[in-house]
C-alpha cells in the first residue's frame, strides 16, 4: 500500500496504519508536538454520509463525552487519540456492570447541556428507521405478524413523543468507547438527531462475541435501569427503545442477505421484550 498523504496543514507524519474497515482506513499519526492522534480516511461506499454525520456531531460536541475532531480534508478526519483500553476490556476484567457504569458515565456527558445549536447535517431518527419501517410494511402485507411488526409500533410510538430530541452519538458500543489521556471518550458516531434513548440501544446487543451475556434476563433488566437514571426516562422505554433498534439492526441485515446476525438480532429483541413486563 501506497504512504498515505495527508494535508500540510495538520503537520502529521509516521503514518501507522493500525485497522481497516469495509469504509475506512485508520491510521495513527504523529502531531508536530510528538503526540498521537488519528487520522481516519474514508473510502468511497454506500454510506459515506452516515460517517460524515458523524464528523458534524464531533465538531458540535468539541471534546464533552467524545474524542475530538482537529482537522477535517475531504472525506478525511484528524481525530483526537482517545487511548487503547476498550470498554470491553472492562467487561473482561471487571465485569459486565462495571462496562455498564462506564457506558452510563459517558452517555451522562454526550447528552450534558449544551448552548450551540444542533447541526443541521444530522439524519432524524425516522429516516434512520426506514428500513424496519420498510420490513415491517412487507411482512404485515404478507399477513406475517412479526417481530417486526411489533417494532414498527413501538418504534411508531417513539418518534411520535419522543422524551427529547438531541443530537445523538448513533453508535454506542464496548468497541466505541475508549479510555486514554481524557478518561473514557466515545468515537465513530453516526450522527442522528432524536430520543436520547436510541443511544442506550445498542448497548444491550454488544459485545458481539457475548451472546449468552446480551440474551440474560438479569443483564437485560440492570441495563435498562442503569441508563433509565442517566437518561431520566422509565426503564420500560429504554426496553421500547431496545426492541426498536434491534428490530432496525435485523432489517439492516435482512436486507444484506444474511441471516445469520439477523436472526442473533431478532432473538435478543424477542429477550428483550420478555424482560419488558417486569416494569
Known sequence: MDAPVFPTRWRVSAPELIAETFSSRIWKVRREDGSPAIVKALKPFDDVADELRGEHYLAWRRGEGAVRLLGRDGHSMLLEYAGETLLQQVLGEQGDNAATAIAADVMAKLFSPWKDPFPPELQPLSERFSSLFRKAAT????GHDSLYVEAAVIADRLLADPH???PLHGDLHHDNILHGPRGWLAIDPKGVLGDPGFDAANMFYNPLDRDELCLDP??????????ARTLSQTPRAILDHAIAYGCLSASWHHEDDN?????????????????????
Open 139 to 142: 411482512d404485515r402485507d404478507a
Open 164 to 166: 427529547d430530541i438531541r
Open 218 to 227: 438479569e443483564r437485560i433488566a440492570h441495563m435498562a435501569e442503569v441508563f
Open 259 to 279: 441471516p445469520v446476525e439477523e436472526n442473533r438480532e431478532l432473538s435478543i429483541a424477542a429477550a428483550i421484550r420478555a424482560v419488558r413486563p417486569i416494569f
